[in-house]
């Protein structure tokens, strides 16, 4: 039961709880959700519902207050909502593990549970450089990535995040420097992919890793590239003794219209992170998957131990959530209602390309995208697109939707259409 009025909630929120990369106290006021379910966020202020382009950060694919969901926590539940995970272990982490090394590109064998995306980020930068360290190369210690990116908020991820959105310049002197590639175009151009090569091969002697997003670049700027990209950095780094890392944290479990962003270029990466859509949004839960390769290198080092363990490893909960979140995406045919909404929202955003203010709409599996040529107005976006009855949370020039995938075609329209209004007002 409700405690407290909206008003009381607001109050305290804006003087107590940190929000995303928000100030404190909070200036812009929080809608306040009293519960969902479908594609519909319930507000508590009365004022009805509103459907839900956002999947909360691409996480809830299959929609809240999905009865398999519920179930699969709930039968948990009664049997243990955590247990330690030194010394033992339990048969929803196996049965996820089992699940991800199944479904993932062939290679990809072992796997560590962390208990968020950017732990999990953290731990594939671990691996990588204790690799080489244990290979008797511990000069082998920075990234490369492209500019553009986006890994998370802990220090590491942080380090391979644009440097501009990232914020490196309030960081100078802090964050690890790493090497940086220009933003990947579009479309394949051998001169880009040139200067991949370049970059790996100058700097092979102190690099542990490539870690990159593969095909969509999300939130650094939402930007799509061309898979034949991932190629071109598999043989680079494999003529020059450097690891390959894919967050698929966003892109994974069928968002792009691939299980994994990774097969549009059939390529296997040593390192993969996946997060988001990992527990269908019902709770934190992320892993690194790798090779036998890197699994067997680190094991044969001075300290044979991956050295890392947090209290929540491995989860039972969020484990048994996880397996029936991807057992009910792949019982189902994924593709077909990711194409259908990829054709929904081409047919949908099409409107906004002819607005003034808009520099360009593009669209990718289930992620539609209309980047302004200015920033956006945010009250203003988002409470057009909030009169439209739909839940968007835009930034920095980007007005965006990955809506769930279980979002019917009228809602899907309707989305669509708050996008529009949304670039128009903002
Ligand atoms: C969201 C995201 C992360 C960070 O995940 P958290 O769970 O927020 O820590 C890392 N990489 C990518 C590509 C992401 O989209």
Redesign the pocket.
């Known amino acids: 039961m409700p405690e407290l009025s909206v008003p009381e909630l607001l109050d305290l929120d804006r003087r107590h709880v940190w929000h995303p990369y928000g100030p404190m106290p909070g200036r812009q006021e929080p809608l306040v959700v009293e519960s969902a379910s479908g594609v519909r966020l319930r507000l508590a202020d009365g004022s009805g519902e509103l459907v839900d382009g956002m999947s909360s ?2 996480s809830a694919i299959h929609g809240y207050n999905h009865p398999v969901l519920n179930e699969a926590a709930r039968e948990q539940l009664g049997r243990m909502s955590h247990v330690m995970f030194g010394g033992l272990t339990h048969e929803p982490a196996v049965r996820l593990a089992k699940h991800l090394v199944d479904m993932s590109p062939d290679g990809l064998e072992h796997v560590f549970l962390a208990d ?6 953290e731990v594939a930068v671990k691996m990588c450089l204790q690799y080489w360290r244990s290979l008797g190369r511990p000069g082998k210690q920075r990234l490369l990535t492209w500019r553009g ?6 220090w590491q ?1 942080m380090s391979v995040c644009d440097p501009q959105g990232g914020m490196h310049e309030l960081w100078t002197g802090v964050l690890q420097r790493q090497v940086f590639a220009d933003p990947p175009p579009v479309e394949y151009e051998e001169s880009y992919a040139d200067h991949l090569r370049s970059l790996i091969e100058r700097h092979a002697d102190e690099l542990a890793a490539v870690i990159v ?1 593969p095909v969509v670049q ?2 650094g700027g939402m930007r799509f590239h061309s898979p034949a990209y991932l190629r071109v950095l598999r043989e680079a780094c494999d003529a020059h003794d450097v690891l390959l890392v894919f ?5 994974g479990f069928g968002r792009t219209g691939a299980l994994f962003a990774a097969e549009h270029a059939a390529v296997t990466p040593d390192v993969m ?1 996946l ?2 859509a990992l527990t269908g949004g019902y709770l ?1 839960l ?1 892993a690194t998957l790798c090779t036998s390769r890197v699994a067997d290198g680190i094991s044969r080092g001075e300290v044979p131990v991956l050295a890392h363990g947090p209290t929540f490893m491995g989860n039972p909960l969020a484990a048994a959530v996880a397996c029936a979140s991807i057992e009910l995406l792949l019982g189902q045919d994924w593709l077909a209602e990711v194409k259908r909404i990829e054709a929904g929202l081409r047919e949908g955003l099409a409107p906004a390309a002819k607005l003034p203010g808009v520099r360009e709409v593009r669209v990718l599996g289930a992620i539609g995208v209309v980047q302004l040529d200015h920033s956006v107005d945010m009250k203003a976006a988002t409470g057009a697109a909030v009169r439209e009855g739909v839940w968007l949370r835009p930034f920095r020039d980007l007005i965006y939707t990955m809506p769930p995938y279980v979002t019917g075609d009228a809602d899907l329209a309707r989305i669509a259409n708050a996008v529009c209004a949304a670039a128009r007002e903002g």
């Not at 968020?116 to 980020?121: A, I, L, N, T």
């Not at 990116?149 to 802990?154: A, F, P, R, V």
């Not at 967050?247 to 892109?251: Q, V, Y």
């Open positions: 950060w691409w968020s995306g950017s732990v999990s980020v990116g986006y890994h998370g908020d802990t991820p997003e999300g939130a967050d698929e944290i966003a892109t992170c997060g988001k934190t992320a």
